[in-house]
């Protein structure tokens, strides 16, 4: 009884590392439609590509900004980052998109898989993980 105690105390302790963590703050309402991106060149365009098309759903018009543009560039500026990693297959590891609203934080989404282990949830697809994240980011339909 004891050692079957042990082995289950075991495979819960080494299972409480396979953990995803999410964490979403959402931004207020903007009176602006538009949201200034800052493009990324380190992270595969497939994330603009999908973050793009999630804001557009949304109601929100898109201007991409080039890498290392002020944040004071637009009322509504984003910025982005992520990384894959290969076990199995290829899957986001870790996402974060942080807003802005005047150059001043205003909301932030961040996925993190890195410590997915064996958890078989971090192969969730990244275009339906990233439109997850901004459905939460931006809980509204621009300009409601």
Known sequence: MISRLAC??????????????????????????VVCIVD??????????????ALTNKGYEVKKLASGTSLVECPVTSTYTATWRWDLAM??????????????????????????????????????KITELVDQLFPRLAGS
Request: glycine share 8%; with cysteine.
């Open 8 to 33: 289950i105390s075991v495979a819960l302790f080494a299972l409480s590392g396979c953990a995803i963590h999410q964490n979403v703050k959402p931004v207020e309402r903007f009176d602006s439609k």
């Open 40 to 53: 990324n060149p380190a992270v595969r365009a497939t994330f603009f590509d999908a973050y793009e098309r």
């Open 91 to 128: 899957y986001m590891a870790y996402a974060d998109i942080v807003v802005y609203k005047n150059a001043k934080p205003a909301g932030k989404a961040t996925y993190d898989a890195s410590r997915g282990g064996g958890n078989m949830g971090k192969f969730i697809g990244a275009e339906k």
